[in-house]
């Protein structure tokens, strides 16, 4: 049974991940950390995420719950992430990392824990955005180079902090790999004013923030005369739960490793 560490846990996923445990039979929910100093420390995390009283108390520190847990499951905000990374170098604890919005420094520091620490990252956990990903690789592959402009658009809740979502870097990366392209050549994330037409090889970003919107992402293929799109639509986070859940399953029996929710799947294999 691997025992689970939810870090975060008063936030929206770190709620929604509290449900997921309860429903895996081969998982046990063996913490929840809040903030420090917040006045939720001590709060049943049951209570907390609206799933009943199960008993177990919401801390404020990691290092309270140390010998608890085998896996740290973290959807929080780059550095808390870093910090929790450093913490299972140095006790030899997996990790599961859903934290999105991290910059090019950020991921090279979370990138040297490759050979301390079993990790699964990854923008997105849900099985349909990973197979998402394989389906623009094919699309990319056959439409790229024949005249078809690519652009990504994303839609998310107006809470989130950052933008474009990781997911549609993430859909954008793969596409410019299948054509040999790079984001920081290509990548066009902003047009205001006078900027021009677009050029052919640009993979262009659009970025929606409206309400409870959980996460849409669609790219597109257009040339003249027709258009093709590929979307994927989240409509409850239980999608990226159930996947950070049986990424943590998976993680517990790895050794150190940087791997993403592909490896979790077996679809690098196919
Ligand atoms: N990979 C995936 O499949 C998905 C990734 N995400 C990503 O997950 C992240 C979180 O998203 P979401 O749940 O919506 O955000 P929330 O803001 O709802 O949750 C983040 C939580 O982390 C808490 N937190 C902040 N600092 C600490 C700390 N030092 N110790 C413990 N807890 C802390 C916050 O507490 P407080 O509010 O008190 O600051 C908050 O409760 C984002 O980066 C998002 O993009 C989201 C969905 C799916
Ligand atoms: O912040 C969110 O909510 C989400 N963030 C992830 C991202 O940035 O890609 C995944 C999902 O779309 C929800």
Redesign the pocket.
Known sequence: MTRIAIVGVAG??GRTLVSAVNQDDGVTLAGGIVEPGSSLAGADIGELAGTGKNGVAAVDSLDAIKDAFDVLID?TAPKVTLANLAFCAEHGKAIVI?T??MNDDEIEELDRYRDRVPMVFA????VG?NLTLKLLETAAKALGDEGYDIEVI?A??R????????????MGEVVADSLNRTLKEHGVFERVGQCGPRTDKEIGFATVRAGDI????TVMFATEGERIEITHK?SS?MT?ARGAVRAARWVATQQAGRFDMQDVLGLNEA
């Not at 923008?123 to 849900?126: E, K």
């Not at 959980?214 to 992402?217: C, K, P, S």
């Open positions: 929206r996923m959807f859903g999105t919005g923008p997105n956990m849900s955005v994303e998310h809740h809470h989130k902090v950052d933008a474009p979502s990781g997911t549609a870097i993430k959980v996460g849409e992402h989240a986070r990226f």
